[in-house]
């Protein structure tokens, strides 16, 4: 039987906003990122620049957990296009890290010097900053992120510009869907990103509640919640009417595909997995690593979710 338990008002997806201008000028050819990430990091070596020995520019800001915000995102986006089973039959322990360490270690690729796709580093941004505010000065041609950065970008811009001295101009700041692994468009995979409108079960008037999540998803309000935040909406009978709109139709489309995993506690998982990512660019082993990250996670759940 299945159970509704929450109603999210929208459903964000990761997507790739790069620099038009960088993609014109350095891939003129195709002039915009590929869709594919096989494709993709072939890439990397056009994009790449060094000065004294340190990196000065590069095609993408992945590998690294310290300077990038959404890294644990995008690693999890990478095990659901891998379609790495999380936890195991009773989902009492997970066991993710053996079919999910190649993806783990394409993750770390694009911050390892020795790499052929090296794109990124401490050189483009201390741990106090971003690979937003990378991608807004210059420093780097893409990131991944959700559909909450477009509307902020004109501010964003002026913070980099007032710091840095120069930033990238607004009309430049292109967006298209998540790059796959895959060739196959029914094996698209996304990572998602939602809150769902729940019922406490010690609510006093759980009914009433429960009619206001009802109310505040119908979709008159989740057109006027998508018109107030351009979130993207979580009912599939508004895509249509979604895709018309700049900017929101990329992600728009790709709810169709996402997807996301249960996890028991967001905080500590992801605590976990940045430590595996910030320990395997300081020397460890990325097997050992994520290994430990696994482990980790599994002493949590014993203790916190031993039935499952």
Request: net charge neutral; aromatic share 14%.
């Amino acid at each position: 039987e299945k159970r509704i338990y929450a109603l999210p008002l929208y459903v964000d997806t990761l997507a790739l906003y790069y620099n038009k201008k960088d993609f014109e000028t350095r891939l003129p050819q195709r002039g915009k990122p590929a869709n594919n990430w096989n494709v993709f990091l072939e890439d990397a070596s056009k994009f790449r620049e060094q000065k004294d020995g340190k990196l000065s520019h590069g095609l993408i800001a992945l590998g690294r957990s310290d300077n990038i915000k959404l890294a644990v995102d995008v690693l999890y986006n990478f095990f659901l296009q891998g379609a790495i089973v999380f936890y195991d039959d009773n989902w009492k322990q997970t066991k993710f890290a053996a079919d999910g360490q190649r993806f783990f270690d394409f993750f770390l690729s694009f911050a390892d010097s020795k790499s052929k796709n090296f794109s990124w580093s401490e050189d483009l941004a201390s741990p106090q900053s971003s690979e937003i505010e990378a991608f807004l000065a210059g420093k780097v041609s893409s990131i991944l992120a959700y559909s909450d950065l477009y509307p902020r970008l004109s501010t964003e811009i002026k913070n980099v510009k007032a710091k840095y001295d120069t930033s990238i101009s607004e009309k430049d700041v292109a967006i298209m869907p998540m790059p796959q692994f895959s060739e196959d468009e029914n094996a698209y995979k996304v990572f998602a990103n939602y809150y769902g409108l729940a019922v406490s079960r010690n609510a006093k008037n759980p009914q009433t509640a429960w009619s206001f999540v009802e109310f505040a998803a119908s979709q008159e309000n989740a057109r006027a919640y998508h018109s107030f935040t351009k979130r993207p909406a979580a009912r599939r009978d508004l895509i249509e009417e979604q895709k018309k709109e700049p900017v929101t139709d990329v992600f728009v489309s790709q709810v169709g595909y996402a997807g996301s995993f249960r996890l028991f506690s967001d905080r500590k998982f992801a605590e976990f997995l940045r430590n595996a990512i910030t320990f395997s660019n300081g020397g460890q082993t990325s097997k050992e690593a994520l290994s430990n990250a696994q482990e980790s996670i599994n002493k949590f759940l014993k203790t916190e979710a031993p039935d499952g």
